[in-house]
């Protein structure tokens, strides 16, 4: 207990060190985990024995909670709606690499039952390091993003076959050997992860039954599975309520997730595919939210030791042994993986950034090609040095990925005016009103603006939302509203308002400035997104600026107010002195404002804005003694 103790002391405390500074850098904290991983292991030797597999396997379930997370956010009918993109996208992407790197190792002289092995293995990319990352991003939602989720949801999907077949494999040179040599083998030159995997743990009793006998109890856990999360869930989830203790409903949420992954391990099944399976069941039951925040943190904790795992377990001796051979077949690998992603993005017809995120992201070996490599050592597929590489290969491609989701940023910075900015619509019609952005807060002023019989010409840049808008049945055209030649196209030398709804602040002050330059007395309506950016617009010539959090939020305190005892009508009437109110002093501080100086360094401002604020304290206490007076009065008499 005590070394086990230390070993988790130190790699918390590189954790803490590292990941900071590599998020600051930008680098993400995938790179900082790995770095942290590769400093207390290769580097200082602090981490290594028994105790650093125990960590490594504890922290394996990460992975498992990671995939119970995302199946609890993605509706059955969602998993349904994803049915082509999973076997056409995915399904594509696996058979052609395994296929690739096959042809391409019987070249360099294996078999073609270990050439279809190691494509097996290196076909499947790091469900972990990607969705991370893509998570930090914020690109999950996004095209590129949601294809590659479908195609890592496939490659999870894909172990169970691999795993029933690798068996049909075994050397008959190797066979004769024994798995207990093939596994000892592994532990040489696994780096760490050639050490048994949790996977493989239970074995025993499965092996000696048929196919068909595996097959039927495959069926029969996953069966098991829905069945429990449709029947059971309810139940001893109102069980665990009536307790009235919080950590229950931690315990209940991680005896599913463990209890789930044991189930599948016992059956030589991916676990994570099982926890998986249990989260998409569970995506509709009222307990989600529920269960989703009991395990978020396990899982943010688990997986950021098993990237410092993955950076520990790198082999550095083998490595420097020969440099560049392991060095350029890793690239090797990710090149060809690369070549087939990009060949499918563009028969999938995914375009600019959505294409280099989707073949950059999928590019590396995985986590789950240390189970495959492992497996395959031990049912005496692979010979034991080439098991070896194999392992250092998947781990020095996961440790080059977060540099790749470098490159595509710096991709996506020369190709975004070239993306974003399509062939802007032929404006064929024109009115008084001209709407500039169509966003959230655009939408709402252009559908009350319809309601009241008037028809304004909405522009927008984003190709998606003026689709969307129009299969609505909301007219708008796609273009850039800060290029002039697209304002006078939508009617600028003759329209009474417009209104600049841009969610980009620096583009919404520019068409303002603009068309206050080009119609002196066009009524600009314009969307504010802070106090600063007020006075930008209103320096800029805008006549009405609207906050978008601001009116919102008064409604919310007058809703507070009457909750407190006041009536609806003193409630409004204080909402209304208080809009007044900052009306006034928005106008007056406006001219203090000075571009470019803080608020915090501007003391004119600042003196200025404390006195106004007294000012309407005091207002508004004495506005709420002179509306008490009838009462009292009345109570009096």
Same mark, same amino acid.
């Given at each position: 207990m005590e070394s086990f103790l230390a070993q988790a002391t130190i790699y918390f405390g590189?954790?803490?060190?590292?990941?900071?500074?590599?998020?600051?850098?930008?680098?993400?904290?995938?790179?900082?985990?790995?770095? $942290?991983g590769i400093l207390i292991g290769p580097i200082t030797g602090l981490v290594g024995g028994s105790e650093a597999q125990q960590i490594q396997h504890f922290a394996e379930f990460g992975v498992v909670m990671m995939l119970f997370l995302i199946g609890l956010e993605l509706d059955p009918r969602a998993l349904w709606a994803m049915r082509h993109k999973l076997i056409g996208l995915g399904g594509l992407q696996i058979l052609l690499t395994m296929g690739a790197i096959m042809a391409g190792g019987m070249v360099l002289g294996l078999s073609w039952s270990v050439a279809l092995a190691v494509g097996m293995a290196f076909s499947l990319s790091s469900t972990a390091i990607v969705l991370q990352t893509l998570s930090e991003k914020g690109l999950m939602q996004t095209r590129g993003g949601r294809s590659t989720f479908s195609v890592l949801l496939t490659q999870d999907i894909a172990v169970i076959p691999m795993l029933a077949l690798l068996p049909l494999l075994a050397l008959p040179s190797l066979a004769s050997h024994g798995a207990g040599d093939a596994h000892h083998g592994a532990d040489a030159h696994g780096a760490g992860h050639g050490a048994e995997h949790p996977s493989l743990a239970a074995f025993h009793f499965i092996d000696n039954l048929p196919a068909w006998g595996v097959t039927g109890l495959t069926l029969i856990a996953v069966a098991g599975i829905v069945l429990a999360g449709i029947y059971l869930t309810r139940p001893v989830f109102s069980y665990i309520h009536q307790t009235r203790m919080r950590e229950m409903y931690t315990a209940l949420a991680l005896l599913i997730v463990v209890g789930i992954a044991s189930l599948m391990l016992l059956l030589n099944l991916s676990p994570a595919l099982g926890a998986f399976l249990a989260g998409v069941v569970l995506a509709n039951s009222e307990f989600r939210h529920e269960i989703e925040s009991d395990i978020a943190p396990f899982k943010g904790l688990l997986l950021g030791l098993f990237f410092i795992t993955v950076g520990a377990g790198i082999d550095f001796q083998t490595l420097f042994s020969q440099p560049f051979t392991l060095l350029g077949a890793t690239l090797a690998v990710m090149v060809t993986k690369g070549l087939v992603l990009y060949g499918l993005a563009l028969l999938f017809g995914l375009t600019g950034r959505h294409r280099w995120l989707f073949t950059l992201g999928l590019a590396q070996a995985g986590e789950f090609g240390f189970v495959l490599v492992s497996f395959a050592l031990q049912q005496s597929v692979l010979p034991p040095d080439l098991g070896g590489q194999l392992f250092l290969i998947i781990a020095l491609s996961m440790l080059l990925t977060p540099l790749f989701f470098l490159i595509y940023e710096q991709l996506a910075r020369r190709m975004k005016d070239v993306?974003?900015?399509?062939?802007?619509?032929?404006?064929?019609?024109?009115?008084?009103?001209?709407? $500039?952005?169509?966003?959230?807060?655009?939408?709402v002023v252009n559908r009350m603006i319809m309601m009241n019989g008037y028809r304004a010409t909405v522009l927008d840049h984003d190709l998606a939302t003026i689709r969307l808008m129009r299969r609505f049945g909301f007219k708008s055209f796609l273009g850039d509203p800060t290029r002039p030649e697209l304002l006078h196209a939508a009617g600028l030398k003759n329209a009474r308002v417009m209104v600049v709804a841009m969610d980009d602040k620096d583009a919404s002050s520019k068409i303002v400035a603009y068309a206050r330059k080009e119609r002196p007395d066009l009524f600009i309506v314009a969307r504010a997104h802070d106090r600063v950016h007020v006075y930008e617009l209103y320096r800029a010539g805008a006549d009405k600026i609207v906050r978008e959090m601001f009116d919102s939020s008064l409604r919310a305190a007058r809703y507070v107010l009457e909750e407190l005892g006041l009536s609806e009508y003193e409630a409004a009437e204080s909402e209304k002195r208080f809009y007044h109110h900052d009306r006034r002093t928005l106008r007056e501080l406006a001219d203090l404002w000075k571009p470019g100086v803080p608020l915090a360094e501007n003391e004119a401002y600042i003196a200025r804005a404390k006195e106004l604020n007294n000012e309407m304290e005091t207002q508004m206490v004495t506005a709420l003694d002179q509306s008490d007076k009838p009462s009292t009065e009345k109570e009096s008499a």
């Open positions: 590189a954790a803490v060190l590292a990941v900071p500074v590599a998020a600051r850098l930008g680098l993400g904290s995938v790179l900082g985990y790995l770095a $942290a993306e974003e900015i399509h062939e802007p619509d032929d404006i064929e019609a024109q009115g008084p009103i001209i709407i $500039a952005g169509v966003g959230r807060f655009g939408q």
